[in-house]
């Protein structure tokens, strides 16, 4: 039911092929590939050019977050770069059901995202009917060294609810800060899409998926991490 998507802008793409195998073998579901245009967001992420040499090294499924204004124009360079699914902001398009509509009309799998300061009601059934995942960030999106933002909690909870009124057991992705800590209580919130990048990256990679596939196996009992963390 959980699946944990694995971010790889935090990656020493030194060892891009070496990495990208151990995340395989450590049983990650996706490869979350951010993209920016440094205009929606002030950073510039993965092109694709580079998803394309990741693509040729992984058989993982692509999960593409896109933080670029208007990404329609994207879209087809993105999907024949290797994107399984692909991921635009309700913020950054003028008609976001557009966005949506030529995503699955390649054949992908179509994500709306909404930044922490964007409301839930602007999920409209409209929107949803074209929708296969709603991605709600949890810190402000392209700006590194942020915390999770708390009031997060309330607005997944809301959201699943929401979801499950209108296709139950529809995907609900979080994004921002995901770590060790706080992965299980996102996880009893409602989300079960739970992309991390820092916290999976740094150190023992193979142990640190370890780890967070634990967490997830029985959110609902809690995890010694929060209990370490005294939070
Ligand atoms: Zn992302």
Request: a negative charge; proline letters at 5%.
């Given at each position: ?11 020493d793409y030194?060892?891009?092929e070496q ?10 579901d ?8 440094g205009?929606?967001v002030?950073s510039l ?10 693509r040729?090294?992984?058989?993982l ?6 933080m670029?204004q ?6 087809p ?8 699914m692909i ?19 390649y054949?992908?799998?179509?994500g ?6 964007t ?5 409209n ?10 991605h ?25 609810k929401?979801?499950?009124?209108f ?16 992965i ?12 991390s990048?820092r ?6 990679m193979?142990e640190n998926i370890?780890?967070?596939r ?7 009992g ?10």
């Amino acid at each position: 039911m959980y699946k944990l998507a694995i971010s790889l802008l935090e990656m020493d793409y030194r060892f891009l092929e070496q990495s990208l195998k151990e995340i395989e073998a450590a049983g990650v579901d996706y490869v979350h590939i951010d993209v920016m245009d440094g205009a929606f967001v002030p950073s510039l992420g993965i092109g694709p050019k580079l998803m394309e040499r990741i693509r040729s090294s992984t058989e993982l499924p692509f999960d593409v977050h896109m933080m670029v204004q208007e990404p329609l124009r994207l879209i087809p360079r993105i999907v024949q770069a290797g994107a399984d699914m692909i991921t635009v902001h309700y913020e950054a398009c003028e008609d976001v059901k557009k966005n949506l509509v030529c995503i699955r009309e390649y054949g992908r799998r179509a994500g709306i995202a909404l930044n922490p300061e964007t409301p839930l009601e602007v999920l409209n059934e409209e929107l949803l009917e074209q929708v296969d995942v709603v991605h709600l960030m949890t810190t402000c999106p392209g700006v590194e060294g942020q915390s999770f933002i708390p009031e997060s909690m309330e607005k997944i909870a809301l959201l699943r609810k929401r979801l499950d009124s209108f296709r139950p057991g529809m995907d609900l992705e979080v994004d921002g800060n995901i770590t060790m800590k706080s992965i299980g209580r996102v996880a009893r919130a409602g989300a079960n899409v739970l992309v991390s990048g820092r916290a999976l990256v740094q150190g023992n990679m193979t142990e640190n998926i370890r780890q967070m596939r634990n967490i997830l196996q029985s959110p609902e009992g809690g995890n010694v991490y929060e209990v370490c963390a005294g939070s």
